[in-house]
């Protein structure tokens, strides 16, 4: 029987899109870079930041990679962590998860620090046991070494948990762990991106989560 849920962060339980597109942006203009579309922008929501600018900068350059985190967390700290919204159903189906006796945990490519300041911002933090993220300094995590250490946290096997995200890097490190995974589609993956990675079960809405959710 499934004990806890993991739910990815952004593009699952919130819409970062302006706070995280703007931040790229401001990264790439503060060194100088060509800077795409906002539209463009959109495919780097929900993957690791190290990961995105170097595909952005096309380098492995760590100094310059790390110059754009840095660019970019400037601006994220100050202003794009609140260019952020809940996704109207959410609070009320982590209400009825957390009714019914479920242990809740965010699982997030986004550093913890800034997990836990959305989630006390957007009255979301009480119903989350723990947060497992990334460290500020750590930039070599994936999503399957966060899942990992959300498994070993919660001294966990991995046929007690379930992950819910919206990209394939979700259902890929929830695979690579042994855990199930289910796919939402109102965030930045689409149907056949979540497919491709394996996921369990795809859902386009709140309801059919929980109802999905139900048959773990």
Do not use: Q
Request: aromatic content about 6%; proline content about 5%.
């Amino acid at each position: 029987m499934t004990s806890h849920v993991f739910f990815d962060l952004d593009g699952t339980l919130t819409d970062p899109r302006d706070g995280i597109v703007r931040c790229i942006a401001h990264a790439l203009a503060t060194l100088d870079r060509p800077v795409p579309s906002e539209r463009a922008l959109e495919r780097f929501i929900g993957p690791p930041l190290a990961r995105t600018f170097e595909i952005l900068l096309d380098t492995t350059d760590g100094t310059l990679v790390g110059s754009a985190i840095e660019a970019y967390r400037a601006r994220f700290t100050a202003t794009g962590i609140l260019e952020n919204r809940v996704y109207p159903e959410i609070p009320g189906a982590l209400a009825l998860l957390a009714s019914r006796g479920t242990t809740l945990c965010v699982v997030t490519s986004k550093p913890s620090v800034f997990a836990r300041r959305i989630l006390d911002h957007f009255g979301l933090s009480s119903y989350f046991t723990r947060v497992h993220g990334p460290d500020l300094s750590d930039t070599s995590y994936t999503k399957a070494t966060l899942v990992g250490r959300a498994l070993e946290s919660e001294r966990l096997l991995p046929c007690a948990a379930v992950m819910i995200g919206d990209r394939a890097d979700d259902i890929e490190g929830a695979r690579a762990n042994g855990v199930r995974s289910i796919g939402v589609t109102w965030g930045y993956g689409s149907r056949a991106e979540l497919d491709a990675a394996g996921a369990d079960v795809i859902v386009g809405a709140v309801p059919e989560l929980l109802s999905s959710l139900a048959l773990f």
